[in-house]
Structure formats: structure tokens, C-alpha cells
Antibody, heavy 122, light 113 residues
Framework: EVQLVQSGAEVKKSGESLRISCKASGYSFTTYWIAWVRQLPGKGLEWMGIIYPGDSNTRYSPSFRGQVTISADSSITTAYLQWNSLGASDSAMYYC???????????????WGQGTLVAVSS | DIVMTQSPDSLALSLGERATINCKSSQSVLYSRNNKNYFAWYQQRPGQPPKLLINWASTRESGVPDRFSGSGSGTDFTLAIRSLQAEDVAVYYCQQYYSTPHTFGQGTKVEIK
């Protein structure tokens, strides 16, 4: 059974750093992409970026490039989303999501994590 | 970036009625080499992560009821729910995966009247 289990909710202060995780199981971690999607409170889905753990190929949305870092550790089948300095506007639900690929290009999301709620106070 | 625009933003229908949601992309998501539309629909029920309903514009994901159907090509797509059920109350999102960033529409909220 494919599972993406995300780390628990976080409460942080502006300026602090944070890394949230997404533990994958039930499939070959290195042959699927992992995307991160943000959902602000009461708002829609925003695609942040994606990584292919097989070769660490990473792509970012221009809206998030430089604001976050996406990484993966294949030895423990875990993907990460990291901030060096959080702001109040980063308060949101963050989902990791598995994407199959064709010719090494990422496709739609077929499995979603349960989400990690991040709250940042100023 | 490819911009995805859904309409309407919300709709309220009676049980058993047909729901239609539209999505328009700012450029074609039809890949000419394989004649496939790189386009998906997702359902997000309250308090839950999204769930894939349809990929390749019209292929229903395994386990999705057949009252859900997708159509369209190029830049214009439609999600239809043939006979609205109570469990269909959700926000529906379209997404293109033709090019990164894989942008989503703003969502359409479906409620029961």
C-alpha cells in the first residue's frame, strides 16, 4: 500500500527555520517524483516544487524559488521541505504528493500525504 | 506559467442534479507527439487532502464513481457530475501537468441546495 506520512503540526516564530518531512512507503521511492503543495487557510492549492529522488532533479515554481528548499534522502525514503527564515505568510497546510513520470517528466498527483499544518506567529 | 481558470467559483444544486465545472488553460496542454492532454481533476472534501478523480482529461481513476466524467481538449475542459450525491460536496480543482510549475485552477466549491 502506497503511503505518504508527513511530520506533525508546527508552531514557529517569524525568522525561525523549519524542515518538515514526508516519509514514503509501499513503492519504489526513486522512480516517482515528490511534489509539495501549499494551501493557505481557506484558499486553493499552490504547486511549490518537485523532486525526483532517483537523481535529485528538482524544479521550483518561480513563486517559491529561493523561499524554500526541497530535498530527499533515498536511504530513508523521505522527502523534505525546508525554510531558512519563516514569515507569518508561510502559515498554511503543506502537502507532499507522489507523481508518476513518463520519459522522466512528472505527471499528475496520484497519492497525497495527510498534510502538515505550519503556524507562524510574528 | 500556464494559468488555469475555473468557472464557476461555486455552485449549489439539488441532490440528483447534474453539475458542470469548466476549466480553461492559458495555453494548450495537448502534447502533439502522443495526442494526450496533460490535464487532471481533483476533489477535496472538507478537512481532507485532495484526491485524484481524472487524469489525461478524461481517464477516471480507479475507484472513482462513473457519475464523474471529464472531457475537453487543448485549452478547454469540463468535469461533469451526472447525479449529484451528498458525498460530492467538495471543492474541485483542475491542474495542468504539461509543464512545470504544474498549476492548479482556483477551485470550484460544490454544495447541496
Amino acid at each position: 500500500e502506497v503511503q505518504l506520512v508527513q511530520s506533525g503540526a508546527e508552531v514557529k516564530k517569524s525568522g525561525e527555520s523549519l524542515r518538515i518531512s514526508c516519509k514514503a512507503s509501499g513503492y519504489s521511492f526513486t522512480t516517482y517524483w515528490i511534489a509539495w503543495v501549499r494551501q493557505l487557510p481557506g484558499k486553493g492549492l499552490e504547486w511549490m516544487g518537485i523532486i525526483y529522488p532517483g537523481d535529485s532533479n528538482t524544479r521550483y515554481s518561480p513563486s517559491f524559488r529561493g523561499q524554500v528548499t526541497i530535498s530527499a534522502d533515498s536511504s530513508i525514503t523521505t522527502a523534505y521541505l525546508q525554510w531558512n527564515s519563516l514569515g507569518a505568510s508561510d502559515s498554511a497546510m503543506y502537502y507532499c504528493a507522489r507523481c508518476p513520470s513518463t520519459t522522466l517528466q512528472p505527471l499528475y498527483v496520484d497519492y497525497w500525504g495527510q498534510g502538515t499544518l505550519v503556524a507562524v506567529s510574528s | 506559467d500556464i494559468v488555469m481558470t475555473q468557472s464557476p467559483d461555486s455552485l449549489a444544486l439539488s441532490l440528483g442534479e447534474r453539475a458542470t465545472i469548466n476549466c480553461k488553460s492559458s495555453q494548450s496542454v495537448l502534447y502533439s507527439r502522443n495526442n494526450k492532454n496533460y490535464f487532471a481533476w481533483y476533489q477535496q472534501r472538507p478537512g481532507q487532502p485532495p484526491k485524484l478523480l481524472i487524469n489525461w482529461a478524461s481517464t477516471r481513476e480507479s475507484g472513482v464513481p462513473d457519475r464523474f466524467s471529464g472531457s475537453g481538449s487543448g485549452t478547454d475542459f469540463t468535469l461533469a457530475i451526472r447525479s449529484l450525491q451528498a458525498e460530492d460536496v467538495a471543492v474541485y480543482y483542475c491542474q495542468q501537468y504539461y509543464s512545470t510549475p504544474h498549476t492548479f485552477g482556483q477551485g470550484t466549491k460544490v454544495e447541496i441546495k
